[in-house]
T-cell receptor, first 115, second 113 residues
Framework: AQTVTQSQPEMSVQEAETVTLSCTYDTSESDYYLFWYKQPPSRQMILVIR??????QNATENRFSVNFQKAAKSFSLKISDSQLGDAAMYFCAYRSGGSNYKLTFGKGTLLTVNP | NAGVTQTPKFQVLKTGQSMTLQCAQDMNHNSMYWYRQDPGMGLRLIYY???????DKGEVPNGYNVSRLNKREFSLRLESAAPSQTSVYFCASSVRGASYEQYFGPGTRLTVT
């Protein structure tokens, strides 16, 4: 079974600075997808970024980028120019490329942004 | 589009009571899911429906039943609520296929006393 580990329960960053959230996963599959979701205090789950395992290029969405290291099974999220609105719980998630549709989530990292 | 909607937003039950959580999506998605979120545990899959007419167990199905009423609606039933089922419940939907993101509803906070 796949597992997703987020080793940082909490992180903090100063506004306008850069922070990196860590995620590692364990799988024997070669075809899979990785996601970062954001959950602000409103509780709504919002997709931040997605990475396909077959793509070597790291995904980027505006201020959010990932460092995908397939051999190391590592998928970290970098937030540049942090804003107060980035404060939230961040979840890393894994999805098999096969017929199993479920998302396997890590336990989350609570990000605080200090003004 | 409303996206994924869930009712109710909050609910308090006594041990042994039953209830159904409702979920509907208006994005014409094939696949729908029910997750629970507990403190320090992330989200865990309870049941999912890959397409209309099919349902499958997820990671934590015990104590729950589901019904895929039609393509839009996927309900979660607690037949005899237990305090261990106190949690926040999320419904999600997606286009069928692993590469597609799941869209989440706003969640239902359930307390069982």
């Amino acid at each position: 079974a796949q597992t997703v580990t987020q080793s940082q329960p909490e992180m903090s960053v100063q506004e306008a600075e850069t922070v990196t959230l860590s995620c590692t996963y364990d799988t024997s599959e070669s075809d899979y997808y990785l996601f970062w979701y954001k959950q602000p205090p409103s509780r709504q789950m919002i997709l931040v970024i997605r990475q396909e395992a077959y793509k070597q290029q790291n995904a980027t969405e505006n201020r959010f980028s990932v460092n995908f290291q397939k051999a190391a099974k590592s998928f970290s999220l970098k937030i540049s120019d942090s804003q107060l609105g980035d404060a939230a719980m961040y979840f890393c998630a894994y999805r098999s490329g096969g017929s199993n549709y479920k998302l396997t989530f890590g336990k989350g990292t609570l990000l605080t942004v200090n003004p | 589009n409303a996206g994924v909607t869930q009712t109710p937003k909050f609910q308090v039950l006594k041990t042994g009571q039953s209830m159904t959580l409702q979920c509907a999506q208006d994005m014409n998605h094939n696949s729908m899911y029910w997750y629970r979120q507990d403190p320090g545990m992330g989200l865990r899959l309870i049941y999912y429906s890959a397409s209309e007419g099919t349902t499958d167990k997820g990671e934590v199905p015990n104590g729950y039943n589901v019904s895929r009423l039609n393509k839009r609606e996927f309900s979660l039933r607690l037949e005899s609520a237990a305090p261990s089922q106190t949690s926040v419940y999320f419904c999600a939907s997606s286009v069928r296929g692993a590469s597609y993101e799941q869209y989440f509803g706003p969640g239902t906070r359930l307390t069982v006393t």
